[in-house]
């Protein structure tokens, strides 16, 4: 989306004529408002998704019962659920074990996304920062090569 704005702007810079302007105008604003946001939220769901599962397997492989917090709370659950019998105690404290993992598994996907997506946007606003958009003056050019 960013792209599309700088290359509006540049197209302007360049002084395009009142139709190249509307053209571009239109594409931008189709694009913006219809393939944009379709296809970069069909990328983002599928890769929280993915990382969601591969993060659930790392975190799920790590769970021990001698870890004390893993107890903790799967002990927590089952004395909740121990006056309707102990197997139902028991399915509710592999719930509750099951519950707390997905939670973790979506916030290190959500977490690790979210830093890819700001170093990119930081990459594209050094890039639009530091590039020059002045036409190129080819007789400096030449005379630099000379130097």
């Known amino acids: 989306m960013i792209l599309l704005f700088v290359g509006l702007g540049l197209y302007q810079a360049n002084k395009m004529t ?8 239109a594409l931008m604003i189709t694009i913006r ?13 599928f890769a929280l998704y993915q ?6 397997v790392d ?3 790590k769970m021990d019962a001698l870890d004390p917090q ?5 002990m927590a659950a089952r ?3 121990l006056n309707q019998g102990t ?7 592999a719930r509750a074990l099951s519950g707390s993992v997905q939670v973790q598994a979506i916030l290190v ?26 036409p190129v003056n080819k007789r400096r050019l030449v005379n630099l090569r000379r130097r």
């Open 109 to 134: 996907t959500v977490k690790e996304w979210m830093g890819f997506i700001s170093i990119v946007g930081f990459v594209t606003l050094a890039f639009v920062s530091l590039r020059s958009f002045q």
């Open 33 to 45: 408002s219809f393939v944009g946001p379709a296809l970069f939220s069909a990328v983002y769901a």
């Open 18 to 25: 009142m139709v190249g302007m509307i053209n571009s105008g």
């Open 79 to 81: 004395q909740s659920g």
């Open 70 to 74: 893993v107890t903790a709370r799967y």
């Open 51 to 56: 990382g969601q599962q591969q993060h659930l």
């Open 87 to 93: 197997e139902v105690a028991q399915i509710m404290g």
């Open 59 to 61: 975190l799920a492989g």
